[in-house]
């Protein structure tokens, strides 16, 4: 299939996806499974970790006793990626790290693992901009505060972190995913 989008960037805007060919209404242009994605913990037990439906009864992972699923059917082909997470949530059972750590330590082991799909033919992971020379002391901190929590949610998996590609550690995966309010001049 022909491409039907180019990569643009709007100084001052940031990246952006633009039609490089004439339209029909309702046509697809890309379509790919998400690089990572973690249910929120403020909806874990509603919705699906497999195809994120939101119901009022699901099945909960008899292991970690933290992931719910539809049915054994979405169990079964979120396990290959679900198995290094329940294992993790396993050994701190009952805390829940915090949406931001266990969606960074998701994106860490397919990057560790070198796990790529087809969203990285229009922008990878090193090319998101983090801001991270923009933020606050402050908030600096309580990004560095998520690293450790990143480290002690990890664990022995940790030591793998020096695998990352270059110019990728924690820290700078943590702010391309997490909010940093941009910095306002005055």
């Known amino acids: 299939m022909a491409q039907k989008v180019e990569r643009f960037c709007s100084p001052g ?3 952006g996806l633009r039609a490089v060919s004439s339209l029909k209404a309702g046509e697809l242009l890309f379509s790919a499974e998400p690089f990572a994605c973690t249910v929120s913990k403020r909806v874990i ?3 699906c970790e497999n195809c994120l439906s939101r119901k009022d009864e699901l099945r909960r992972c008899s292991q970690c006793k933290i992931a719910h699923y539809c049915n054994a059917s979405c169990q079964k082909r ?3 990626e679900h198995r290094e997470e329940c294992r993790r949530l396993q050994r701190l059972h009952p805390t829940i790290p915090t949406d931001s750590v266990r969606l960074v330590a ?3 082991s397919k990057l560790v693992n070198r796990s790529h799909g087809p969203a990285e033919k ?3 992971l090193e090319e998101l901009e983090s801001h991270l020379s923009d933020v606050t002391e402050e908030k600096r901190s ?4 998520l690293g450790v929590a990143l480290r002690l949610y990890l664990k022995e998996e940790a030591d793998r972190l020096s695998e990352l590609p270059p110019g990728l550690d924690p820290i700078s ?3 391309k995913v997490s909010p940093v309010p941009p910095v306002v001049s005055k």
């Open 13 to 15: 805007k940031g990246n």
């Open 45 to 47: 037990k509603s919705t």
């Open 78 to 80: 979120s396990w290959p």
């Open 106 to 108: 998701k994106i860490l």
């Open 122 to 124: 229009l922008y990878s």
């Open 142 to 145: 309580q990004l560095e505060d």
């Open 173 to 175: 995966v943590i702010a």
